[in-house]
């Protein structure tokens, strides 16, 4: 293959759970443009009707609630049954109770887990037994800089972000000789519908933007080029990774900018 067709991704097969909004979105939207053709997944039809819609014939729809296994077992089956091949998938829901940990409930403890956790396990779990089949394959998990750094009120979301990380490099390990490349993406503070609470409170916003080297919150689009690269074949010796696109978030404390 020659270098300039290294992102290139035609006649692959993707899968994007969570293509209504946000961050997905963007995904279905960018993987498509690289020529893959995607399945749009999401538990609002409404909404990934409304992505697939903006790709084109390029693209078919289906519903998945990502806390419900059996769901997930079928999305990814029927993905195989009816194009073929199953060669990237992507996972970017996830929900964030922000309060204390000893204010905690025990359902909201369990909600949290239920979709950005043990969700990201069945996906990682039916994904790779699909690929390792196949003996071809890339899953894309998105994780968080909470992965790495915490605030009051993260706690239990940050759990979940770790867990992922771990997660992805288990699978990785376990899966690479049977060319199955698993990875995540932690990005920092991006405009989607999660983070809207913080962008309706102007001192909020503008302490996290002021955070990052950039200083400046990210848009869902600038996501698109780390997951079309981790799906292509520019990223074919890339696997167990965290992909960090936070703007320099965890690059630097942030805190004071000293008189050099």
Known sequence: MGYKNLFQLDNKVAVVIGAGSGIGQESALGLAAFGAFVVCADINKDAADETAGKIGTSAVVKTVDVTRTE???????????????LDVVVLTP?????????????????????????????????????????????IIVFSSI?????????????ATK???????RTLAAELGTQGVRV??????????PLTRPIKDRPEWY????????????AS????????VFLSSEA?????????????GWTAADGRFEPPL
Do not use: C
């Not at 992965?147 to 979301?157: M, W």
């Open 94 to 138: 996830a929900i964030n109770v922000r309060k204390p940990l000893i204010d905690y409930s025990d359902e909201e403890f369990d909600r949290v887990i239920a979709l950005n956790l043990r969700g990201a396990f069945a996906v990682l779990r039916e994904a790779g037994r699909l690929m390792a089949a196949q003996g071809s394959g890339s």
């Open 162 to 168: 770790s867990g992922i990380v771990q997660l992805v």
């Open 235 to 247: 990223s074919s010796y890339v696997t167990g990774s965290v992909l960090f696109v936070d703007g």
């Open 183 to 192: 990875n995540a993406i932690a990005p920092g503070v991006v405009e989607t």
């Open 146 to 158: 909470r992965s790495q750094v915490v605030e009051p009120g993260q706690g239990v979301y940050a």
């Open 206 to 217: 503008q302490a996290y933007a002021d955070k990052s080297v950039l200083k400046r919150w």
């Open 71 to 85: 769901d997930i077992r079928h999305l990814l089956e029927s993905v195989v049954v009816e194009q073929g091949r």
């Open 220 to 227: 869902p689009g600038e996501m698109v080029g780390a997951v």
